[in-house]
C-alpha cells in the first residue's frame, strides 16, 4: 500500500472538514469588524507652511474647492537654512508653549519642495485636530518671522561710529579756538599747514563714516520691509476632515478574512491529523 500524499488527499481533507475552512474566516472577519467598531474614530489634518519659496504651485486637492497656491519670484528662501533647521525650530518650546495644541502634531519637510513644511495633527476630534494644526501652523510662522527680522545691529555700531567721528571734529575746533559748523565745514585760514591737514582727515573720516551708515542704515530698512512682507511665512490652513484615517473597517475585514483562512486551514488539517491519530 502506497503512503504517497496526493492533492486529492489535500482536498479530500478539506471538503470534510469544510466548516472549519468556513468558519474561521467567519468569525475572524465578524471579530475585526467589532473591534474596529469599538475602536475611536482617528481624525488627520494637515496645515503647510511656506516658507518664502522662489516659486511654488500647490494644488490642495485634499480641501474644498481645489486651491491653489502662486507665490512670485520675489520671496527667497534662505539657502543657509534647510529644512531640518525649520523643523527643529518649529519643535521648540517657544513654539510648542505658543500653541497649546490640544492633539499630537507631527512636524515634516515636503520631500519634493524644500520650502514646504507639513504640520499634521491626529486624534479623535476632527475639529479639534484642524484647529490644533493651524495653531500651530501660525505659531511657527510667527517664530520664523521674528527669526527673519534684522537686529539693526551693524547699523547701530555705523551710527556710533559716525557720531565719533563727530564728536572729534567738535573738539578739534574747540581745543584749536574757532567754530565747527556740520553743514559747513570750512577749513580755518589762520590755523598752521599741519593742523589743516589733520581737520581734512578728520573730515574725510567723518564722510566715510557716514557714507557706511547710510549703506548700513539703508539695508537695514531694506530687510525689515522685506521680513515683513515677502520673508513672512505663508500658511495654507488645514481644513477639518470630514472623514476618519482609522480604523478602517474594509481593510481591516480583508486581513481579518486573511488570518482566518490561514487559521481554518491550519485548523483542518490539525484536526485531520488529531483524528488519524
Known amino acids: 500500500m502506497s503512503n504517497e500524499i496526493t492533492v486529492r488527499d489535500y482536498l479530500d481533507v478539506l471538503i470534510r472538514r469544510w466548516y472549519v475552512v468556513v468558519a474561521m474566516p467567519l468569525l475572524a472577519m465578524l471579530s475585526a469588524a467589532l473591534v474596529t467598531f469599538a475602536l475611536k474614530p482617528m481624525y488627520e489634518a494637515t496645515a503647510t507652511l511656506a516658507l ?15 486651491y491653489y497656491l502662486m507665490v512670485g519670484d520675489a520671496r527667497r528662501l534662505p539657502t543657509a537654512y534647510t529644512p531640518t533647521y525649520y523643523v527643529a525650530l518649529l519643535k521648540g518650546a517657544d513654539v510648542v508653549n505658543a500653541a497649546k495644541p490640544q492633539a499630537a502634531v507631527t512636524i515634516a519637510p515636503d520631500g ?8 499634521t495633527a491626529r486624534g479623535d476630534d476632527p475639529k479639534q485636530v484642524a484647529d490644533t494644526a493651524n495653531a500651530y501652523a501660525q505659531a511657527g510662522a510667527a517664530r520664523i518671522q521674528q527669526l527673519v527680522q534684522p537686529t539693526g545691529a551693524e547699523a547701530t555700531a555705523a551710527r556710533k561710529r559716525m557720531d565719533d567721528a563727530q564728536d572729534a571734529l567738535i573738539a578739534f575746533a574747540r581745543n584749536n579756538g574757532f567754530s565747527y559748523d556740520p553743514t559747513a565745514p570750512d577749513v580755518p585760514s589762520n590755523l598752521s599747514r599741519a593742523k589743516i591737514l589733520e581737520f581734512q582727515q578728520l573730515l574725510r ?3 566715510i563714516a557716514e557714507s557706511v551708515y547710510l549703506d548700513f542704515a539703508r539695508d537695514y530698512e531694506r530687510t525689515m520691509i522685506l521680513a515683513n512682507t515677502a520673508y513672512v511665512p ?15 473597517l474594509a481593510q ?17 488539517f490539525s484536526l485531520e491529523f488529531i483524528a488519524r491519530k
Open 205 to 207: 573720516e567723518r564722510d
Open 112 to 119: 519634493n519642495d524644500r520650502s514646504l513644511i507639513h504640520l
Open 52 to 66: 518664502a519659496p522662489t516659486t511654488v504651485s500647490i494644488s490642495l486637492a485634499n480641501q474644498l474647492p481645489p
Open 234 to 248: 505663508t500658511i495654507i490652513p488645514a481644513a477639518a476632515p470630514t472623514a476618519p484615517i482609522a480604523p478602517k
Open 252 to 268: 481591516n475585514v480583508l486581513i481579518g478574512a486573511a488570518f482566518g483562512v490561514l487559521i481554518g486551514l491550519l485548523g483542518a
